[in-house]
T-cell receptor, first 112, second 115 residues
Framework: GENVEQHPSTLSVQEGDSAVIKCTYS??????FPWYKQELGKRPQLIID?????GEKKDQRIAVTLNKTAKHFSLHITETQPEDSAVYFC???????????FGKGTRLHILP | DAGVIQSPRHEVTEMGQEVTLRCKPI?????LFWYRQTMMRGLELLIY????????DSGMPEDRFSAKMPNASFSTLKIQPSEPRDSAVYFC?????????????FGSGTQLSVL
């Protein structure tokens, strides 16, 4: 089955700097890669997703890149702000059965 | 729409007791997922349903765990008997299958503490 590895587990960046979170997946059949943000005490919420037919997608300050050959994908947050502090989860989904498997999460701290 | 509704929000029980967690998915969604969240393991998929039918329960940790979806608007996750290592936040999520791999909408979770 699918296995998703996520790094780093914790990341601290200065406000205004960029943050990068990386994930790898094992199942070459996976074709959907969402990212979820979970604020303290809240539920995870989708912030951006990418499908395997594109290599990059951008939405304001966040972007995702996908390298299908290497089976890895990344989340980039530019001009970080205090409200970006949260836990971020990457995930992968094999098309054949639609289950969504999550990485273990990255706790992002934005330092003032 | 009120979103995915889970109950109870918090559950404190003693080891050996039966625990039942409840979920009402978003109306019109026909896929439902149960996840367990811990610091060590992150978000683990326990089981998911499509059109009320269990599709994959390979994530259910032991026979002590069972899940049902008797109709499109209700699902339960039961633990019997409960153990301290079951303490975690249990999330229910639903999605629409109008297209493949659609966005998950999570409930607010049930914080379970087994003493």
């Amino acid at each position: 089955g699918e296995n998703v590895e996520q790094h780093p587990s914790t990341l601290s960046v200065q406000e205004g700097d960029s943050a990068v979170i990386k994930c790898t997946y094992s199942d070459s059949a996976s074709n959907y890669f969402p990212w979820y943000k979970q604020e303290l005490g809240k539920r995870p919420q989708l912030i951006i997703d990418i499908r395997s037919n594109v290599g990059e997608k951008k939405d304001q300050r966040i972007a995702v890149t996908l390298n299908k050959t290497a089976k890895h994908f990344s989340l980039h947050i530019t001009e970080t702000q205090p409200e970006d502090s949260a836990v971020y989860f990457c995930a992968a989904s094999p098309n054949r059965d639609d289950k969504i498997i999550f990485g273990k999460g990255t706790r992002l701290h934005i330092l003032p | 729409d009120a979103g995915v509704i889970q109950s109870p929000r918090h559950e404190v029980t003693e080891m050996g007791q039966e625990v039942t967690l409840r979920c009402k998915p978003i109306s019109g969604h026909n896929s439902l997922f149960w996840y367990r969240q811990t610091m060590m393991r992150g978000l683990e998929l326990l089981i998911y349903f499509n059109n009320n039918v269990p599709i994959d329960d390979s994530g259910m940790p032991e026979d002590r765990f069972s899940a049902k979806m008797p109709n499109a608007s209700f699902s339960t996750l039961k633990i019997q008997p409960s153990e301290p290592r079951d303490s975690a936040v249990y999330f229910c999520a639903s999605s629409s299958r109008t297209g493949p791999n659609e966005k998950l909408f999570f409930g607010s979770g049930t914080q379970l503490s087994v003493l």
